[in-house]
């Protein structure tokens, strides 16, 4: 059985930093791309940051270049978003998930698998 669980999440001021966590359980971790999603109110989902399975290669959205930052430790099974001089525009819902991939993905339909998300606020 295949778990992701995310933490880290909360409620934080505009310029302030958190870092999100997600652990991966019931697959070989280090054989998957991982990748970032949130969904803000009344939004669709969007694309955050995806890493490729031997944490060589990343991309992001436009919107959070410079900004957020994706790394992991395959030997904890855990992929992190370091997130920095968050804007009111950040807060959402963030999921971390994979599907099939090592290379790096931005594509929603490539994920097979998804955690229940974790709530981000950034308070003006």
């Known amino acids: 059985q295949v778990q992701l669980v995310e933490s880290g999440g909360g409620l934080v001021p505009v310029g302030g930093s958190l870092r999100l966590a997600c652990t991966v359980s019931?697959?070989?971790?280090?054989?998957?791309?991982m990748n970032w999603f949130r969904q803000a109110p009344g939004k669709e989902r969007e694309f955050v940051a995806s890493?490729?399975?031997?944490?060589?290669?990343?991309d992001y959205n436009d919107s959070v270049k410079g900004r957020f930052s994706i790394s992991r430790e395959n030997s904890k099974n855990t992929v992190y978003l370091q997130m920095d001089r968050l804007q009111p525009d950040d807060t959402a819902v963030y999921f971390c998930?994979?599907?099939?991939?090592?290379?790096?993905?931005?594509?929603?339909?490539?994920?097979?698998?998804w955690g229940k998300g974790i709530l981000v606020t950034v308070s003006s």
């Open positions: 998930a994979f599907g099939t991939q090592f290379a790096i993905t931005s594509r929603a339909d490539q994920m097979n698998y």
């Open positions: 019931g697959r070989t971790f280090r054989n998957y791309a």
């Open positions: 890493i490729n399975g031997g944490a060589y290669d990343t």
